[in-house]
C-alpha cells in the first residue's frame, strides 16, 4: 500500500518531458586533405593556445515520457574567447545573439552596440550569448545537438 | 564550393587573431555551461535543466614578433662604423619566455657587414654606444623591448652595394630552435603546461638592408699594431721590445700615382730590412717572406718599399704603389724595436 502511494505521488514527474544537456569542447584543426582541400577536424581539447579555434557542442536528449515543447538553449560565450560569425548550428532552431549579457536577444543584423557616443551594428566579438529557440518539440526519447565555435583571445 | 568556404572563414579568423587581442594567460581554465529551458504539455511551469561544465587548460603559446624601425634600406657610407638599425621585439605568446636575438648575413647582396654587435635600448632616445650589449631578452606576455643591431660597412663596398642581414629571435625553450609551427614541447610551458611554437617555430625573423650611397673615399689605410714582443721578458712593451706594425691598405677604385707613407714614432728605432708586402689583406696574420715578399730599404731599386732614415721625425716607411687600374688591397709590415 505503501509503496503504491509512493508511486503515485512521483507519477506526475515520470510522465513530463525530461531533457538532459550534454556539452562538449573540440580543438579544431584544419586538416589538409589529399585533394589539397583544407577540412576542420573536432579534435580533443588538448594542447589549446591563443588564436586556436573551440568548437562547442550541446547535446540534448529528452529522456521523458512526454514531448518537450518551447525548448530554448542559452549558452553564454565562454570568457577569454570570441564567437567566430556565423558559427552557431543548429538544425530546427531559431539563433539570435546577445550583446547585452543575455538580458535581451536579437537576430545578428539587428543587435547594435555603443561605441563612441554612438550605434553601430555589433560585430561578432560583440556577442556576450548565443540562444537557440527550437521550432519544434523535442519528442520523447528524441535528441539533437546544436553547436557554435570560438577563438581563444 | 565547400572548400572555398571553409577557406574564407579560416582567413577569416587568422585576421581576427591578428586584430590585437591580448592573448589569454598561460594556465587560465576555460569552461563553457549551457542552459536550457522548456515545458511540458501537461505542465504550464518552465523547467529549468543546467548541463555538466566542459572545461579545458589554455597551454604555453611561444609567439614573437620583430619590426625593424627602416623599412627601406639604410643609406651608408662604405667605412663607416657603427651603423644603426632599431628593432622592436613583442612577446605575442602568453607566458613569459625568453628569446635569443642573433643576426646573420642575408643572400643575394654584394658585401657583409662586419663586428655585428647588439645593445638593449636603454631607454635614452637613441644609439649612444653606451648601452648593454646582449644575446637574449626576457618578455612577460604583451612586453616590448627595443634593441639596436650595430654594424660596420666595409671600405671595399662600392656605390649602390647592398648588404642584407636577417634579425632572428628564437625561442630559448628547449626544442624551439630545431622545432616547427605547431609541434608541442611537452612540460615547457609556464607552470607545467605544455608549450606550443606559433609561426616561424614561436621566432621572428625581420629582414633588414644596408646600401651604399657614397665610398669611403679611394683609398682607405689602418695601421695597427700587430705585437710586442720582448726577446727575453715576452709579450710587453719595454725597452728591447720588438713592434711589429701592419698597415693595411684598401683602393677601393682606380687611382693614380698611389704612396703609402709612414713616419715612426719617436723612441722607436727602425729594424732595418723589415719591411714586407703582400698584394692582398692579410691585416692580423703575421707576413713573412713566405705569404708575402721582402722589400729593400733602398729607393734606388724596382719594389716598391724603402725607408728613409732622415726623413720625418724619426724616419719615415714608404711604399710606391703606383697606379692602380682597379680595386685592391695591399698589407704593408715592418718591424722597430723600442729605445
Known sequence: MRILLLTFAFFPALAMAEVSLLTEAFKIVPVQQADGSVVEEWQTPEKVVPGDKVGYRISYNNTGKEAAEGVVINNPVPAETIYIANSATGANSTITYSVDGGQNFGKASELTVTAQGGNRAAKAEDYSHIRWQLTQPVEAGASGKVEFKVRIK | ?339
Open chain 2, 1 to 339: 564550393m565547400q572548400t572555398i568556404k571553409r577557406t574564407s572563414l579560416l582567413l577569416a579568423g587568422m585576421l581576427a587573431s591578428a586584430s590585437g587581442w591580448a592573448a589569454t594567460s598561460v594556465g587560465t581554465q576555460i569552461e563553457n555551461t549551457a542552459t536550457a529551458t522548456y515545458y511540458a504539455p501537461s505542465d504550464a511551469n518552465s523547467q529549468l535543466t543546467v548541463s555538466s561544465t566542459t572545461e579545458f587548460v589554455v597551454q604555453e603559446k611561444i609567439d614573437v614578433t620583430v619590426d625593424s624601425s627602416n623599412t627601406n634600406a639604410l643609406e651608408v657610407q662604405a667605412g663607416s662604423t657603427a651603423q644603426v638599425i632599431e628593432y622592436t621585439i613583442k612577446n605575442t605568446g602568453n607566458g613569459n619566455e625568453t628569446f635569443d636575438l642573433t643576426v646573420s648575413n642575408g643572400t643575394g647582396d654584394e658585401f657583409d657587414v662586419s663586428n655585428v654587435k647588439i645593445y638593449l635600448d636603454d631607454g635614452v632616445p637613441g644609439f649612444q654606444g653606451t648601452e648593454t650589449e646582449v644575446t637574449n631578452i626576457n618578455l612577460d606576455p604583451e612586453e616590448t623591448a627595443k634593441v639596436f643591431v650595430v654594424v660596420d660597412i666595409p671600405a671595399t663596398a662600392g656605390i649602390d652595394d647592398v648588404a642584407n642581414i636577417n634579425f632572428n629571435v628564437t625561442s630559448a625553450t628547449p626544442g624551439a630552435a630545431t622545432g616547427n609551427q605547431g609541434d608541442v614541447l611537452a612540460g615547457q610551458g609556464d607552470g607545467g603546461t605544455d608549450a606550443v611554437l606559433a609561426n616561424n617555430a614561436g621566432g621572428a625573423i625581420e629582414g633588414s638592408s644596408y646600401v651604399v650611397t657614397s665610398t669611403a673615399g679611394l683609398v682607405v689605410i689602418a695601421k695597427t699594431v700587430l705585437s710586442t714582443v720582448h726577446p727575453t721578458l715576452g709579450a710587453v712593451a719595454v725597452p728591447g721590445s720588438v713592434v711589429t706594425y701592419q698597415i693595411l691598405v684598401q683602393v677601393t677604385d682606380a687611382v693614380n700615382n698611389l704612396r703609402i707613407v709612414d713616419d715612426l714614432p719617436l723612441n722607436l728605432t727602425y729594424n732595418t730590412g723589415s719591411l714586407l708586402l703582400a698584394n692582398s689583406d692579410l691585416a692580423g696574420t703575421e707576413l713573412t717572406s713566405s705569404n708575402a715578399v721582402a722589400n729593400t730599404d733602398s729607393a734606388a731599386d724596382s719594389d716598391a718599399g724603402r725607408y728613409d732614415d732622415n726623413a720625418g721625425d724619426n724616419g719615415r716607411v714608404t711604399f710606391v704603389l703606383g697606379d692602380q687600374a682597379a680595386a685592391g688591397e695591399y698589407t704593408i709590415q715592418f718591424t722597430a724595436t723600442i729605445d
